[in-house]
């Protein structure tokens, strides 16, 4: 399939005025926890003995995979793919698998053997999605997260994801929480030779200096993938809390699928059920 450069030129500027679009809402955000007041990319901290850690994964975890803002992201990835790679929709699809299956994310694929920008991808997949249509401020998990800041059972409340940084930052001021934590973790697609991401132990690594974590044991650590959670637990984690949002009906069925000696809860507000002092 061979894509002309009408089309191409038509791809370009569909993204580019929803990119306009994204940030000029962005920037007209007002409500609580729509600003970021943590510092980004901050130097790593100084590792602390016995202070405590918890991690959280954003996406499909601080928000329910049912948005299904992740199909989104595969339609827009796929369409990238296409107008890119002058690949037919079937071959995009079948890449785009192909690379998440091997990697954890497309974009590595995409970097190693195409010699593809990860930035420039970045702003044409993830920033041009019209996350705004989608999320809004959640105010009970809002609620939750500053209980639990106020427990002081954790001393830091740490992001750790697979996205670039800013759509992580994006999300996080869309669902109103970006005043409750104290850094972010995340893939860095300046790093164009080692995109490293969960569930690579370099990527745990990576989160544990940054945050001035000193021991996993003194870490918990909640996300939706079981791969994730399986090296958050053979790294040594205190507690890993697999989110899984289905029927209670095949509960059941879910629970033999997780990791063994994780804990499995359908959404991030089920917490409470783990940590009585949030009951």
Known sequence: MTITYAQEEAYQQQVARQIKINQEH???????????????????????????????????????????????????????????????????RKLNHTYYKQYGLAIRGLVMYHGVNALEYNSLVDDSLPLQDILEPDLKLRSMLLKLRQLKRFDKLWLFTNAYKTHALRVIRLLGLGDLFDGLTYCDYNQLDTLICKPDVKAFERAKIQSGLANYKDAWFIDDSGSNI??????????????????????????????????????????????????
């Open 26 to 92: 962005l920037e007209s955000l007002s409500h609580p926890g729509s600003k970021i007041t943590f510092p980004i990319d901050q130097p790593s901290s100084k590792l602390q003995p016995g202070e405590k850690v918890f991690f959280f994964d954003i996406d499909n975890c601080l928000y329910k995979s049912s948005t299904k803002i992740h199909d989104l992201m595969q339609v827009s990835i796929e369409q990238y793919f296409q107008n890119k790679l002058n690949l037919s929709p079937n071959e995009a």
């Open 230 to 279: 399986a090296m958050g637990l053979e790294l040594g984690m205190q507690r890993c809390i697999h989110v899984v949002e289905i029927k209670e009906s095949k509960m059941h069925e879910i629970l033999g699928q997780s990791p063994e000696d994780s804990q499995v809860i359908q959404f991030i507000t089920d917490l409470p059920d783990i940590i009585s002092e949030l009951q």
